[in-house]
């Protein structure tokens, strides 16, 4: 489990992977599965309703992290199958590819959990997710106005962030 | 240290069908793997709805912490799945190879029964062949 150097924004952002407006939408889950936040950019496709969709977006995170912790194959020590892991517990994943979407993934240690949806072709986006959750921190977590727990509504995360997405992917 | 850790092929409705183990830590047990399997597909068949473009075929690559899983799925819909180490290249023209020796070897094989567990001692000796021509290749690198 990676440890966030202080709550400072990195001075400068990491270098962008891929250049043009490659990224699909954004979900920001707390450790109970509440959809603090979704951001969409590019989506022509809806299949469910917007409840609906989140809900199987954190069922499908819940379970493949079960499924990654228990098909660990270099540690002998798993428990079993299932079993809820606190954040940082057991071996978890950090994106997934299909032939339409990459969806890259990361989790706090307070079970925050950060999901960016992007071109399938777009490079490693861990360092970018930490960025994001900086900007999080300072301007959700910093802000007076904010209830723990609430969907977020802070205008000024939500332009910094269509900023930065765009600039990444 | 093994390139490729396990390898998995979980027939149309989620079952497993053959699973075989390359030397990773604390292996699964038989009612383990069969979970796992069928965890799989049906996280294969969700991620095909959460997509936001049309034409999604389900997931190819799962980068996890400490390893790689690649997922092919044949036209039928029977599923092969590698467990390797990160990073490992040409998993896809494995699993190709893979999937052409089932067909050689399961599928023309008169006694197997479809979507039954494949228990066919030429196609257990032509994957072992294959697995270990993988890792030479590998170690020639």
């Keep these: ?169 | 240290m093994a390139a490729i850790y396990s390898l998995y092929i979980i027939n149309k409705s989620g079952g497993l069908i053959f699973y075989k183990d390359y030397g990773s830590a604390g292996r699964m047990d038989t009612n383990d793997s069969l979970r796992v399997a069928s965890l799989w597909h049906s996280m294969h068949a969700i991620s095909q709805q959460l997509s936001p473009t049309t034409g999604c075929s389900g997931i190819e690559l799962l980068e996890a912490d400490t390893f790689d899983l690649h997922c092919f799925q044949s036209l039928t819909g029977t599923k092969f799945f590698v467990v390797c180490e990160p990073g490992t290249h040409h998993m896809e023209s494995l699993l190709k190879y893979i999937y052409e020796l089932y067909t050689d070897y399961v599928l023309k094989n008169p006694f197997y029964e479809m979507e039954m567990p494949i228990r066919c001692e030429l196609f257990d000796i032509n994957l072992s062949q294959a697995v270990q021509k993988d890792r030479v290749a590998l170690l020639g690198r």
């Excluded at chain 1, 509440?34 to 496709?45: D, F, S, T």
């Design chain 1, 1 to 169: 489990m990676q440890f966030f150097g202080g709550s400072e924004i990195s001075p400068s952002p990491p270098a962008p992977t891929v250049s043009g407006n490659n990224a699909h939408m954004m979900y920001v889950f707390n450790r109970n599965g509440v959809c603090l936040l979704y951001r969409e950019w590019n989506r022509p496709l809806h299949t469910l309703s917007a409840q609906q969709d989140h809900k199987l977006m954190f069922g499908l995170l819940f379970s493949l992290k079960s499924l990654t912790a228990k098909m660990d194959p270099t540690s002998a020590e798993k428990g079993n199958l299932g079993v809820p892991q606190l954040p940082g517990q057991g071996c978890s994943f950090h994106s997934f590819r299909t032939n339409t979407y990459k969806l890259s993934f990361m989790e706090s240690p307070s079970g925050i959990k950060i999901i960016l949806v992007t071109h399938p072709r777009t490079g490693d986006l861990r360092e970018s997710l930490k960025y994001i959750y900086n900007l999080y921190v300072e301007y959700v977590v910093k802000n007076p106005l904010y209830n723990p727990g609430t969907p977020i509504r802070c205008e000024l995360f939500n332009t910094t962030l269509d900023q930065y997405v765009r600039s990444i992917a």
